[in-house]
């Protein structure tokens, strides 16, 4: 947002007569409701917001203690340029220091300890990767080129598997793509393309992951929780155990409107009244929903029901065809799962095993492994990686909390030979000693002092599976009075989801274009329409043939200066 933005908006005609319901509680929701108060002049006790669950946060989790082990679910990698996101949480009031918002003690931090990942690939038994050359060959640049040049409606449905040549799998960019972001081949090539040109700037630091952010405790506890507080403080009601299971809409005159919503609170079924002058936003889609836990000797149940957040979703998208198609999303759960686990270390071996890989002692609240490390021939495709330490304020000095994760769920690995699915936490965690170089006379020393808490996620990259116009609604449908649709499977027009980013977007769009206030969204960083990060880029590839920007600029930039007076600039 430039600063000939940042205004403070007029007060809404009629904002005092109007409700707001926020179906679900993760960041999207939360966003919405900061917003609805902050640039809508909404009072807090006209918010209310439903959750199935106990807690909000969504999927931006953690929880637990040292004696039965930590647990997060995923981690949230962020850069400078979320200017969605920075800006919620520059008038977020800090639970760590007085006087000081979120954005402040983020920045802070992250300026004094820049991440930077020394180690980010093994293989081996742990031998480090010292390259950090993208390995790629002509053809697999000149698709990758292409891609970012071609516009998504000529790409449709195409996978990423259909696009690329098989050599672009060989290459260490797919490998630090697809673990970074857990890109699969059958994934959509479209949100590909929106990667690169959404990341672009971050290409030169693909291999050591500078430029990214980190938050200083879990997400849960530096994100929601600050966002959570404000939010009581102002008087947002939390209805929690409650579960929507459908929306009365009226399609009258060409119209979308929600009439009432029904939910099941605490085992008791409900129905809210809505009128016009209502708002109704719904979190579509969940990428943890079902998710279920395995311990140290049992592995995690794969969880194939239909959730609720997804059954809600096709009972809306039933009623017209503007509210989307969730099948195109969840109807596949063995291409959108994948497993995680957390690993609660009370002991030094296993911190000094780590330290050993990441090349620096973790001391508090600095960067430990600089990102996550990537087995490059794991069978799984296993990941680990230690953030700043300690990750929980419960967490006492001399524990170590680190997270794994890996893509192939349902491959043998290459110590246990069972599938990753089918396995313990001990067992995952023995895998990972293996990679790591420890032989299975001398696991006992670091299986003792570990907690491991396995995680599988049904639904964790159906964000990612091939669409085409229509299949994710808008964020406001056309005609629609009263309903929004918040988080990763609305459509917002060139910014990628499985970000944070894109689920805070959604929510500030939602309430200035109901409120129709006078202010706008902030832009979208535009990093693929600069040269310089278009030239940056291309010195990553280190490439001798035709680079992405001498193609951009004779096949685009020269047309347009051509017989102008900035002809000569290129």
Known sequence: MNNYQRITTRKPDGIENKRAFLIGSGIASLAAAEYLMRDGHMKGNQITIFEQGALSGG???????????????????????????????????????????????????????????????????G??????????????????????????????????????????????????????????????????????????????????????????????????????????????????????????????????????????????????????????????????????????????????????????????????????????????????????????????????LLENFAEREFLPHQTATGGIITIKDSNWLLSVTVNRQPQFKNQPAGCTVAWAYALYPDKNGDFTAKKMGDCSGKELLQELLYHLGIGENDMGGYIDECIVIPAMMPYITSQFMPRVKGDRPAVIPENSVNLAFLGQFCEIADDCV???????????????????????????????????????????????HQSIGKRIIESVIKKKLANTTFEGLV
């Open 127 to 352: 031998e480090k990767l010292r390259s950090t050359d993208l390995g790629l060959k002509e053809i697999s640049s000149k698709e990758l080129t292409n891609l970012l040049l071609t516009k998504e409606d000529d790409l449709g449905a195409k996978s990423v598997e259909e696009y690329f040549d098989p050599a672009f799998f060989e290459s260490d960019m797919w490998l630090y793509w697809r673990s970074m972001f857990a890109f699969q081949p059958w994934h959509s090539v479209v949100e590909m393309k929106r990667y690169m040109q959404r990341f672009i700037h971050l290409m030169p630091g693909m291999s050591t992951m500078r430029d990214l952010l980190f938050t200083k405790y879990n997400q849960y506890d530096s994100l929601i929780l600050p966002l959570k507080r404000k939010l009581e403080a102002e008087g947002v009601k939390f209805e929690f155990s409650t579960t929507v299971t459908d929306l009365d809409i009226n399609f009258d005159d060409n119209k979308k409107t929600v009439t009432a919503i029904h939910l099941i609170q605490k085992g008791t079924e409900a129905v809210v009244k809505t009128t016009a002058e209502d708002l109704v936003f719904f979190t579509n889609g969940s990428m943890t929903e079902n998710s279920s836990l395995g311990d140290m000797n049992n592995a995690p149940v794969l969880n194939r029901t239909e959730g609720a957040a997804w059954h809600l979703w096709k009972n809306i998208a039933s009623k017209h065809e503007a509210f989307g198609k969730p099948e195109v999303f969840c109807n596949d759960i063995d291409k959108t799962k994948w497993e995680s686990y957390t690993i609660t270390a009370n002991g030094s071996k296993m911190r000094k």
């Open 59 to 125: 999927a931006m989790d953690g929880a637990g203690n040292p004696e039965n082990g930590f647990i997060v679910r995923g981690g949230r990698e962020m850069e400078e340029h979320y200017e969605c996101l920075w800006d919620l949480f520059s008038q977020v009031s800090s639970i760590e220091e007085d006087g000081r918002t979120v954005l402040e003690e983020f920045k802070e931090l992250n300026d004094a300890d820049p991440n930077f990942s020394n180690v980010r690939v093994i293989f081996n038994k």
């Open 498 to 544: 499985f970000t944070v980013e894109y689920s805070v977007r959604s929510a500030i769009m939602a309430v200035y274009s109901f409120l129709d206030l006078d202010k706008k969204v902030p832009e979208i960083y535009a990093s693929q329409f600069d040269i310089r990060a278009l030239a940056t880029a291309t010195k990553t590839m280190k490439s001798d």
